[in-house]
């Protein structure tokens, strides 16, 4: 069996999994899986179908590299751009295991498809997204206020505002929409320049992009 192959079961079999999500992001005001939640169900799976997953750090990248044992180290990849976890409080090493843990978590949802707000609620239109932390045009739709992010606020907060923005950006037609969406999250983009700027940084490239892309349209 090959290892898309093999992965693809792997993927079938945890749709059977109940599994609860621990996580909670009070701000936000969702639920989402800790690596707890899913690991114990992955690892016995993985070893029945003969899969073996690695994580690897480098200075830019985060990748998980599911090998099949059966078959001469086939692998398929998964590799996610490295952006460290902030934690003012805390000390560096502190910040280094969180962003571990973040990567680790995401990558291994990315290959299992397991459905998590961040990834798939927040992409949706407002009317079935449930709570999702931007504020977009009253025209566009109606969605729950964005969270206000103060310093030591949890980073996954910041990440999930931040993706959000760039989802409901590129759901632009137009320039002057996309700029309509910056201002009506004006507050929360000028809080998180102040207290997070590498995640400002993302969200402003982000905004770049597809700024760029529509003048080009």
């Known amino acids: 069996m090959k290892v898309l192959k093999k992965l693809q079961e792997a993927r079938n079999r945890m749709l059977t999994v109940n599994m609860k999500k621990s996580g909670k992001n ?6 989402y899986f800790e690596l707890g ?7 016995p799976i993985f070893n029945e179908l003969g899969l073996a997953g690695v994580v690897n ?28 976890a902030e934690n003012q409080k805390g000390q560096a090493i502190q910040s280094l295991g969180s962003t571990h843990t973040y990567f680790r978590r995401y990558l291994y949802l990315l290959a ?16 079935t ?4 932390p931007v504020k977009v ?19 996954a907060n910041v990440e999930l505002f931040v993706d959000s923005m760039i989802q409901w950006g590129t759901s632009c037609t137009t320039v002057e929409e996309l700029t309509n969406l910056w ?15 590498s995640k400002f940084a993302v969200l402003q490239q982000g905004f770049a992009d597809i700024r760029s892309a529509l003048t080009k349209e």
Do not use: W
Request: glycine share 6%; hydrophobic share 40%.
């Open 129 to 132: 997204a449930g709570k999702v």
């Open 37 to 43: 939640d899913f690991m114990p169900h992955i690892t």
């Open 183 to 197: 201002k009506a999250n004006q507050k929360e983009v000028t809080r998180i320049k102040e207290v997070h700027p």
């Open 112 to 127: 299992l498809d397991l459905v998590e707000p961040d990834t798939v609620d927040a992409a949706a239109p407002p009317s």
């Open 26 to 31: 009070k701000f936000a005001g969702y639920e």
């Open 57 to 84: 750090f480098t200075g830019e990248f985060a990748t998980l590299s599911i090998y099949d044992t059966d078959d001469g180290g086939e692998c398929i990849v998964f590799t996610s751009p490295l952006v460290f």
């Open 137 to 155: 045009d009253a025209e566009k739709a109606k969605a729950a206020p964005a969270p206000v992010v103060e310093a030591g606020d949890d980073a």
